[in-house]
């Protein structure tokens, strides 16, 4: 099989027996970013000052929701809450412990699929999943925790021991808390979540989280609150990191497990649909639940009465009784953030920038616009499988092969002229050219230890020659044995603007070095299916967490195990056919993972660095700060958040604890005085 698609390649590429050997512009460190300062430091801190776990005096809640209490719909407040609820203390918080009301008006351009985000369906993003789904561990916050304390926060995990020998880390959860429904939390759903979800084939998480992700830990219950995980390696704390939003999230095992074949459930199929995005009242361990979804229109989430954290002075949070997610586009969400409609934007598509920074720069704005680090990076990703994932045709075949040759990859990196990429999203000091890899100005990243390749057309002409592609029809494009002209597809994103404006220049400036590229652009979901299945020749993708901070997601940085990477996962027989320098970084990455010496970690990362932009693993693009955008009503925003790092803002400025003061709240709740039904009813309910 392998031998005839490697020939079957060959042959559409009419691969010349001699080898074009010519002159290449020498590659050189990248140029220096242009000057942007991030608007607002955040306060740096131990993580035991944010937060503990701590039994208080006493306990309040919003007055209408202890009128449910008094009519007999819901027990006292302190019989809702665990016996040592998770505390934010009142110090760390920007502007101290707040009151309660008013809503949070989001716009998001994804749409909810469905409930079951541990069968794989999408909430439709923009923190919509974030504010209901909770973790063992978190985090989003962990930009403003002093570098001496970085470890994930504590939150469904009230903490963690590892043994001696660093091979088994028992996890402690926190006792009685319990799911928005009353049901109890406990290692049930933690049982649930491992045997069924992680450890079941046929059963794949929103995230994609497996056993890999885990480090192949074997998971054991000790207690309904206690469970160990054992290693074959000692402390790979990186595991701690994967127990964040996106992974060791675990869902209501009380509704789901009736529903999974295993225990009942008719099939997989039946069972990553059965929580349709009309049930309402999906039990939730976040701080709301959704108790309306009008389709293309609105999701609504009311607080949920049996939220387990509470401020210093015992106020259950959140403070804020309602979420609104207006069902529209993400150019829309930075459009009405900007207007005072709605309430938030990641500020993150760079062709929007310069008409919001100019409305926000307007004293009478009802918005506060402020800038981050620059961790908003695009990449264009050749798919370097040749042994079968994706299950490409011939010519998607030969183009594999093409991936896989570093001439080839060299001819793109050197026909791209990222200045002129990046001025076509936005002009001024934002954008800067991004060889790839690690990003500049993050703790890991080492100039001296990056490669870069300048723009220059004559040497990706060069570079294509080398790789036994030439013009042979003479019309401005490198052509295949048949004579037919190479047509590369470039799978993209067309939910945002950047992602499709960015595809268009790579397509322009491939045809001035001649080569052909053709677009796919694909809508959400659609777009992720197409990437996951490996269905695309190269893809432009907006990177990830792991390229910012390292510690989180650290097994995406290679493909250390069969679907880690983006752009090269196993074959249906579960086979890796990585290239040399693959090997190298999962190595690389492999022993990172096991390290717990930092001054080894920073060596290991600029191999690292070296490996992935020398051989160009993937081809940067353009990378550039993004910008927070809140509604000035709100308090405790902390100064500094950025909205991408470990997570995205909608973690990092822990909306749990967000309020809006008596005489700032606009009165926009859809559904004042309402707390989410049981879960599959008719969505809000009243006191009487
Ligand atoms: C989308 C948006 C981001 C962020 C995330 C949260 O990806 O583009 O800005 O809101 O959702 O999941």
Same mark, same amino acid.
């Given at each position: 099989?392998?031998?005839?698609?490697?020939?079957?390649?060959?042959?559409?590429?009419?691969?010349?027996?001699?080898?074009?050997?010519?002159?290449?512009?020498?590659?050189?460190?990248?140029?220096?970013?242009?000057?942007?300062?991030?608007?607002?430091?955040?306060?740096?801190?131990?993580?035991?000052?944010?937060?503990?776990?701590?039994?208080?005096?006493?306990?309040?809640?919003?007055?209408?929701?202890?009128?449910?209490?008094?009519?007999?719909?819901?027990?006292?407040?302190?019989?809702?809450?665990?016996?040592?609820?998770?505390?934010?203390?009142?110090?760390?918080?920007?502007?101290?412990?707040?009151?309660?009301?008013?809503?949070?008006?989001?716009?998001?351009?994804?749409?909810?699929?469905?409930?079951?985000?541990?069968?794989?369906?999408?909430?439709?993003?923009?923190?919509?999943?974030?504010?209901?789904?909770?973790?063992?561990?978190?985090?989003?916050?962990?930009?403003?925790?002093?570098?001496?304390?970085?470890?994930?926060?504590?939150?469904?995990?009230?903490?963690?021991?590892?043994?001696?020998?660093?091979?088994?880390?028992?996890?402690?959860?926190?006792?009685?808390?319990?799911?928005?429904?009353?049901?109890?939390?406990?290692?049930?759903?933690?049982?649930?979540?491992?045997?069924?979800?992680?450890?079941?084939?046929?059963?794949?998480?929103?995230?994609?989280?497996?056993?890999?992700?885990?480090?192949?830990?074997?998971?054991?219950?000790?207690?309904?609150?206690?469970?160990?995980?054992?290693?074959?390696?000692?402390?790979?704390?990186?595991?701690?990191?994967?127990?964040?939003?996106?992974?060791?999230?675990?869902?209501?095992?009380?509704?789901?497990?009736?529903?999974?074949?295993?225990?009942?459930?008719?099939?997989?199929?039946?069972?990553?649909?059965?929580?349709?995005?009309?049930?309402?009242?999906?039990?939730?361990?976040?701080?709301?639940?959704?108790?309306?979804?009008?389709?293309?229109?609105?999701?609504?989430?009311?607080?949920?009465?049996?939220?387990?954290?509470?401020?210093?002075?015992?106020?259950?949070?959140?403070?804020?009784?309602?979420?609104? =997610?207006?069902? +529209?586009?993400?150019?829309?969400?930075?459009?009405? #953030?900007? @207007? &005072?409609?709605? /309430?938030?934007?990641?500020?993150?598509?760079?062709?929007?920038?310069?008409?919001?920074?100019?409305?926000?720069?307007?004293?009478?704005?009802?918005?506060?616009?402020?800038?981050?680090?620059?961790?908003?990076?695009?990449?264009?990703?050749?798919?370097?499988?040749?042994?079968?994932?994706?299950?490409?045709?011939?010519?998607?075949?030969?183009?594999?092969?093409?991936?896989?040759?570093?001439?080839?990859?060299?001819?793109?990196?050197?026909?791209?002229?990222?200045?002129?990429?990046?001025?076509?999203?936005?002009?001024?000091?934002?954008?800067?050219?991004?060889?790839?890899?690690?990003?500049?100005?993050?703790?890991?990243?080492?100039?001296?230890?990056?490669?870069? =390749?300048?723009? +220059?057309?004559?040497?990706?002409?060069?570079?294509? #020659?080398? @790789? &036994?592609?030439? /013009?042979?029809?003479?019309?401005?494009?490198?052509?295949?044995?048949?004579?037919?002209?190479?047509?590369?597809?470039?799978?993209?994103?067309?939910?945002?603007?950047?992602?499709?404006?960015?595809?268009?220049?790579?397509?322009?400036?491939?045809?001035?070095?001649?080569?052909?590229?053709?677009?796919?652009?694909?809508?959400?979901?659609?777009?992720?299916?197409?990437?996951?299945?490996?269905?695309?020749?190269?893809?432009?993708?907006?990177?990830?967490?792991?390229?910012?901070?390292?510690?989180?997601?650290?097994?995406?940085?290679?493909?250390?195990?069969?679907?880690?990477?983006?752009?090269?996962?196993?074959?249906?027989?579960?086979?890796?056919?990585?290239?040399?320098?693959?090997?190298?970084?999962?190595?690389?990455?492999?022993?990172?993972?096991?390290?717990?010496?930092?001054?080894?970690?920073?060596?290991?990362?600029?191999?690292?660095?070296?490996?992935?932009?020398?051989?160009?693993?993937?081809?940067?693009?353009?990378?550039?700060?993004?910008?927070?955008?809140?509604?000035?009503?709100?308090?405790?925003?902390?100064?500094?958040?950025?909205?991408?790092?470990?997570?995205?803002?909608?973690?990092?400025?822990?909306?749990?604890?967000?309020?809006?003061?008596?005489?700032?709240?606009?009165?926009?709740?859809?559904?004042?005085?309402?707390?989410?039904?049981?879960?599959?009813?008719?969505?809000?309910?009243?006191?009487?």
């Amino acid at each position: 099989m392998h031998i005839r698609r490697a020939a079957v390649a060959a042959l559409m590429l009419g691969v010349s027996a001699v080898a074009v050997q010519a002159e290449m512009m020498a590659p050189t460190t990248p140029p220096d970013a242009p000057k942007f300062d991030a608007q607002g430091e955040p306060i740096f801190v131990n993580r035991s000052d944010i937060a503990d776990y701590m039994a208080l005096p006493s306990y309040s809640e919003p007055a209408w929701v202890t009128a449910f209490v008094d009519a007999g719909k819901l027990p006292p407040v302190a019989e809702r809450l665990p016996k040592e609820p998770l505390v934010y203390k009142a110090a760390n918080m920007p502007d101290g412990p707040g009151v309660y009301g008013d809503v949070m008006r989001h716009v998001i351009g994804g749409r909810p699929e469905g409930w079951n985000f541990w069968a794989g369906q999408s909430y439709g993003w923009g923190g919509i999943d974030i504010g209901l789904v909770e973790c063992l561990t978190r985090t989003g916050p962990l930009f403003t925790v002093n570098s001496s304390d970085l470890q994930p926060m504590p939150n469904l995990a009230r903490s963690w021991e590892w043994s001696a020998d660093g091979k088994t880390l028992t996890v402690k959860l926190i006792e009685g808390a319990k799911w928005s429904d009353g049901n109890p939390f406990d290692t049930e759903d933690i049982a649930f979540y491992w045997n069924d979800v992680i450890m079941d084939p046929e059963v794949t998480p929103l995230m994609g989280a497996s056993e890999a992700t885990y480090g192949n830990a074997k998971l054991a219950i000790v207690d309904p609150y206690t469970f160990t995980m054992s290693f074959d390696t000692p402390f790979p704390e990186s595991v701690l990191y994967a127990m964040a939003y996106g992974n060791f999230c675990p869902g209501p095992s009380h509704v789901l497990k009736p529903k999974h074949p295993k225990y009942g459930g008719e099939s997989y199929e039946a069972f990553q649909k059965a929580f349709p995005s009309d049930m309402m009242n999906f039990p939730t361990m976040g701080a709301w639940a959704v108790v309306e979804h009008r389709p293309d229109d609105i999701v609504v989430l009311r607080r949920n009465p049996y939220y387990w954290k509470v401020d210093e002075t015992g106020q259950q949070l959140p403070y804020l009784d309602e979420m609104q =997610y207006r069902l +529209s586009t993400w150019a829309d969400r930075d459009v009405q #953030a900007i @207007a &005072g409609t709605g /309430d938030f934007s990641n500020l993150e598509q760079a062709e929007n920038y310069v008409e919001s920074l100019k409305k926000a720069a307007d004293p009478a704005s009802p918005a506060r616009l402020a800038f981050g680090p620059r961790t908003i990076g695009y990449s264009l990703l050749p798919n370097l499988s040749a042994n079968g994932w994706g299950e490409p045709d011939a010519r998607g075949q030969a183009v594999r092969e093409l991936n896989r040759n570093a001439d080839f990859r060299k001819a793109i990196t050197y026909a791209l002229d990222r200045q002129r990429l990046g001025d076509s999203l936005v002009k001024g000091p934002f954008t800067t050219q991004y060889p790839g890899g690690l990003y500049a100005g993050t703790s890991f990243y080492d100039a001296a230890s990056t490669v870069f =390749y300048p723009f +220059s057309v004559d040497s990706a002409k060069e570079a294509f #020659a080398a @790789a &036994g592609l030439t /013009d042979s029809d003479g019309n401005g494009f490198v052509n295949v044995a048949n004579g037919d002209d190479l047509n590369v597809t470039l799978l993209t994103q067309s939910d945002y603007a950047t992602d499709k404006n960015l595809a268009e220049g790579v397509v322009a400036m491939m045809a001035d070095a001649g080569l052909k590229v053709t677009l796919n652009a694909l809508t959400g979901k659609d777009f992720d299916n197409a990437r996951d299945a490996g269905k695309f020749d190269w893809i432009i993708y907006r990177n990830q967490t792991d390229l910012i901070t390292v510690v989180q997601n650290t097994d995406k940085l290679a493909p250390v195990g069969p679907q880690t990477a983006i752009n090269h996962r196993a074959n249906p027989a579960g086979e890796l056919d990585l290239l040399p320098f693959e090997e190298e970084m999962v190595k690389t990455v492999n022993a990172f993972i096991g390290s717990r010496d930092s001054a080894e970690r920073i060596e290991l990362m600029k191999t690292y660095q070296k490996l992935y932009t020398e051989n160009l693993f993937a081809i940067g693009l353009t990378a550039y700060p993004g910008a927070l955008i809140v509604n000035k009503r709100f308090s405790n925003i902390p100064a500094g958040a950025p909205i991408y790092m470990y997570n995205w803002a909608e973690d990092n400025i822990i909306r749990e604890r967000v309020w809006v003061a008596a005489d700032k709240q606009i009165g926009a709740e859809l559904h004042p005085n309402t707390l989410p039904g049981a879960p599959g009813g008719p969505g809000p309910i009243t006191a009487n």
